[in-house]
């Protein structure tokens, strides 16, 4: 082989593809996830169509791209796309993190594993927690499998309709060994007090809070929303007026899943605290 092959010294590429994707932090993330473990490689912000992600992705990987996250709204289109499916995407039903090679696509959602490790990163651990769910959509879905495997020993999912929490709860009964997973509304939801709930609805885009009855926080519980970047939530204001001792948004869990994401693409695991330490210093506070 010839060292000075360009084959051989052609920086790698990778990108995060979306609908709207200028507002992406992704790019900024990987930037520091490569500078920080010397990988020689690129990050950017693609812009696909609405009706063109697949030819997007094609054209992507035509021109040598090595891996894509997916956000929204094509994550469901890039699970239909994938060849291969981790166990935790076939579940979610949505894949955020393609990696490509020579027999086409891997899909994974890291997602979960970015909630896992984002809660465990605040001293919350799931395992033996009580742990309440809300939501019964995509961003829900994407979770549930990863906090029965971190060992929550209750997960309760909590919908405004509650046969569409049951239907979750059925969809992941075969992963539920311990028999800790439950489903109701949201009248349902202090049955129990939980040490960790966390808001998966859509609920705070709107400056909005499921409607939850009282007694659902147990002392020194964490309430978390999956939503970063609006300070203090609706929900969390709700939270700490309910009793929960914490609150905290999702920008934890997105620099967590990119670096899941970037692990499986490269092999290396970045030291995440201080990437979250500077898009922290850069976020409306929660105080």
């Known amino acids: 082989m010839n060292p000075a092959d360009p084959a051989l ?28 473990t010397a990988q020689d490689m690129t990050y950017e912000a693609l812009l696909a169509p609405l009706d063109g992600f697949v030819e997007t992705v ?3 990987r035509e021109q040598g791209g090595r891996g894509l996250n997916v956000t929204v709204p094509f994550k469901e289109e890039a699970w239909r796309l994938t060849d291969r499916l981790s166990e935790r995407a076939r579940l979610a039903g ?6 490509v090679d020579g027999h086409g696509f891997s899909g994974d ?24 769910l809300l939501g019964a959509g995509g961003a ?31 969809h992941f009964a075969g992963h539920d060994a311990r028999g800790v997973l439950r489903a109701g509304g949201w009248e349902d939801a202090a049955s129990t007090p939980c040490d960790i709930v966390i808001n998966a609805t859509s609920a705070s885009l709107s400056d909005e809070a499921p409607p939850l009855p009282a007694g659902l926080y147990a002392p020194d519980s964490l309430a978390y ?17 309910q009793g929960a001792a914490r609150v905290a948004d999702g920008l934890g869990m997105l620099v967590e899943q990119a670096a899941e994401a970037f692990a499986l693409w490269r092999g290396v695991r970045p030291d995440t ?15």
């Open 9 to 36: 010294t052609m920086t790698d590429r990778y990108a995060v593809i979306g609908h709207p994707i200028a507002h992406s932090k992704s790019p900024a993330i990987h930037a520091a996830f490569a500078a920080q």
């Open 58 to 60: 094609a054209r992507f």
């Open 94 to 99: 949505a894949v955020n993190t393609l990696v």
């Open 109 to 132: 959602n890291t997602d979960g594993a970015g909630l896992v490790r984002d809660l465990e990163f605040l001293g919350c651990h799931p395992a033996g927690a009580r742990v309440m």
């Open 140 to 170: 829900a879905r994407g979770v549930v499998l990863p906090l029965l495997e971190a060992g929550a020993a209750r997960l309760f999912i909590a919908n405004r309709t509650p046969d569409r929490a049951r239907a979750l709860q059925a």
């Open 225 to 241: 929303d999956m939503v970063y970047g609006r300070g203090l939530t609706a929900f969390l204001a709700q939270a700490r007026a």
């Open 273 to 287: 605290a201080p990437v979250r330490a500077q898009l922290r210093a850069a976020t409306p506070s929660l105080a």
